[in-house]
């Protein structure tokens, strides 16, 4: 039943795939928590990344990725497959694609449940989330140019708010920074990926009045 649940409310809240535009706007970014570092007139690049949802019987899971430490930028990183899009690609189309080369996941064991909202980096990418249902676990292979480790963590941990912390580093000489982080075992889920987390859990359960009993519910 729960697992019907979180289904039906993930259509119900997500965005339509064919409502998404590459004008879209972004209703969440790095700089919710430091609004003084925005910069102005910067074009930003589209992107997207597959938020895998998997069904499984003891409760829902997600998908995620941690970097390669040998890629020229965010190495190590937990993340979502994903990446820039290419001339002419939809959202879903480059999430799907990015998944596939990253990880041999399988589009055709993905349904595709709806996107979230558009989430702007501070690295100047728009980021379209692309849920997608799993009804089974998948078979998956990481590519190792690109990741070194496939994992998944518990749907009713990532949209518990309790498990979301701001965190902040400094750099010699700038102000500091801060960010979203949820640590999952010996994993460290933050920046980018964990505000992509903390829209999905607004837009899912913002409206409830008791949000955390709600995913609970979904993921028991």
């Known amino acids: 039943m729960s697992l019907a649940t979180l289904r039906t409310r993930l259509i119900e809240h997500l965005i339509h795939p064919d409502g998404w535009s590459v004008d879209d706007v972004a209703s969440r970014s790095d700089y919710d928590l430091n609004p003084d570092a925005r910069s102005t ?3 930003l690049r589209p992107a997207a990344v597959l938020v895998p949802v998997i069904a499984r019987p003891e409760g829902a899971t997600v998908l995620l990725t941690r970097r390669s430490d040998t890629l020229a930028s965010h190495t190590g990183q937990i993340a979502f497959p994903g990446g820039r899009l290419d001339p002419g690609e939809t959202a879903v ?19 595709v449940l709806g996107v979230g909202d558009a989430y702007e980096t501070v ?53 500091r ?44």
Request: glycine share 8%; with cysteine.
């Open 93 to 111: 189309e480059a999430a799907l694609r990015e998944a596939f080369e990253e990880v041999a996941l399988d589009p055709g064991v993905v349904e």
């Open 41 to 43: 007139g910067k074009a």
């Open 177 to 220: 920074r801060w960010f979203w982080a949820m640590p999952y075992e010996e994993r460290y889920i933050w920046g980018a990926t964990a505000g992509i987390v903390r829209g999905l859990c607004a837009r899912l359960y913002g409206d409830e009045a008791e949000p955390v009993a709600a995913a609970g519910e979904d993921a028991a």
């Open 123 to 175: 690295t100047g990418f728009l980021v379209t989330p692309v849920i997608g249902w799993l009804t089974e676990p998948p078979s998956v292979t990481a590519s190792p140019d690109e990741v070194a480790e496939v994992f998944e963590a518990p749907w009713d941990f990532l949209m518990d708010p309790a498990n979301h912390r701001r965190d902040s580093y400094e750099l010699e000489g700038q102000p």
